[in-house]
């Protein structure tokens, strides 16, 4: 995974020191962060997500598996 895609999402997350413990919680963004946090990652490395996709973005782990995913794409 490039370490881009961590730094992007660790920096948009908000979470300071407390990214680790909260790397795999789903309910740590409210549903406009999520469409937030994936605009800014469309914008930041080209990428689209689909609606479908949008509603499984809920842990910044699944921000950095489906951004590379995206990019893995291309």
Known sequence: MPHNVLTFVEARAGLGEKFKA???DAEVWSSF???EH???AEEEFGIQFT???LTDLG???SFVD???AKLNEN
């Open 33 to 35: 962060d999520r469409i």
């Open 51 to 53: 609606p479908e996709e």
């Open 59 to 61: 842990s910044p782990k």
């Open 38 to 40: 994936a605009l800014a």
């Open 66 to 68: 489906a951004i590379q």
């Open 22 to 24: 909260h790397y795999e």
